[in-house]
């Protein structure tokens, strides 16, 4: 990790800035220009490591340019937020439950904006 830490909220945060640059970046990205973009010390192997759990979660794709694999961002924001929570929900024993709980913390301006999308037409044919 950077600097010697393994902070679990650093990975987390390193994950967030890894994903920004390629997502900001217009033409794909190798790790030692995420690197370079990134600044602050991060090990190559770790951006590396990131970029790969990037591409194992589909947040980006890779291809080989030359002996190294250039990567370049495919979801957005909202759709990773979505993925990560689909995975705490996944984690769970008891998914009722933590539906139930997740709704019972929403603003009620939130409770009513899920009530409209759950009403309104999917825009994926698959239904998922």
């Not at 899920?114 to 239904?127: F, I, N």
Request: charged content about 25%.
């Amino acid at each position: 990790m950077a600097m010697g830490t393994d902070d679990g909220a650093d990975r987390v945060g390193l994950t967030r800035r890894v994903w920004q640059v390629l997502s900001a970046s217009t033409e794909p990205m190798t790790t030692a220009q995420v690197r370079t973009v990134l600044g602050g010390g991060w090990a190559y192997t770790t951006v590396m490591t990131v970029l790969t759990r990037l591409v194992a979660q589909g947040a980006a794709t890779r291809h080989r340019v030359g002996r190294a694999f250039a990567y370049t961002a495919v979801a957005d924001e909202a759709e990773l937020t979505a993925r990560r929570m689909s995975r705490l929900l996944d984690a769970g024993t008891d998914r009722a439950a933590v539906l139930a709980r997740f709704i019972d913390v929403l603003s009620d301006q939130d409770e009513k904006l899920l009530e409209e999308l759950l009403a309104s037409p999917r825009d994926d044919e698959d239904g998922s």
